[in-house]
């Protein structure tokens, strides 16, 4: 008997669904157990709030195993690890048991390390003066100097040993290629009285904004003096010669001023409508950071019939 292409096709097609179905089935409905592990900040619970505890491992392993649709909905953030010190004073305590929370359906849980040592201190504060250390080499004929921090103290919280080694705050700035006044947020480093950084302390706040002023070398050099001139005469005049009582004149500047200006303009002298001669005393230009001398000058403009 002969089979249509119909009835040749019709047993696969539906062997083909029925598989389909199966791995539908498989991956809804069956819901196997999976296991992952989690990197978690340990929490103290249940201590003293005049102790603080010291030597604690910043993180454990927690290793959940659940099943897959609770794992895939599973936030490393709901997962906590602590120990409970409730009742513990001041001391040494070893092998601290690490308890860890996972949300979830009965989930298996082990951590890693189980157990810890602590140290257990009583709390201390201090405030510490903000000291700014510059640090880089600054262009040259530049330098630079302090001229405000905010806050000028902070303040560091932690156990009582670790808070007497607590010396200095320091915050450190660059000064590398910087030509103009500058401000910036600088994180600080407390250290003990040999210069090392005290760790495992709190430090508020964290960072500091430090103002810093930059300054530039000055030399005096003598610069000549360009006498500056507007208007027109009257018809049939002309300007002829342009003198000046003083041509060159003592600039105390910044070094850059001098690679920028070879001569200092005056202000203008106005010859609109003038039959005769013109003189009048005007200042130089002065710029910033520059002082002249004197700071200003006759100009005599010639009036010439033609």
Known sequence: MKFTKLQWWLPKLLCLIAAFAFWVYVINEQNPIVEE????????????????????????????????????????????????????????????????????????????????????????????????????????????KLDKVTPEYITVAGSSASIAKADRAVVSVKTDGKKKDFSEYDSINVLDQSGSTVTGIDIMPTQVKVNVKVTEAAKTEMLNVKPQVIGTPMKGYHVGRISIDTPVVSVRGPYSLFDEKSSLSTESVDVSGATEDVTRTVSIETPDDTTVSPSTVNVTVEIKKE
């Open 37 to 144: 592990t989690f990197q978690v900040p340990i929490e103290v619970h249940n201590l003293d709030r005049s102790l603080v505890a010291t030597n604690l491992p910043k993180t454990v392993k927690v290793k959940v195993k659940l099943n897959r649709k609770e794992m895939i909905n599973l936030r490393s953030d709901k997962i906590k690890a602590y120990v409970d010190l409730q009742g513990l004073s001041n001391g040494v305590y070893q092998h601290i048991p690490v308890h860890a929370s996972v949300p979830g359906s009965d989930p298996a849980v082990s951590i890693s390390p189980e157990y810890i040592d602590v140290e257990i201190d009583t709390y201390a504060v201090k405030t510490l003066p903000i000291t700014v250390e510059f640090f880089g080499k600054s262009p040259q004929n530049f330098g630079v």
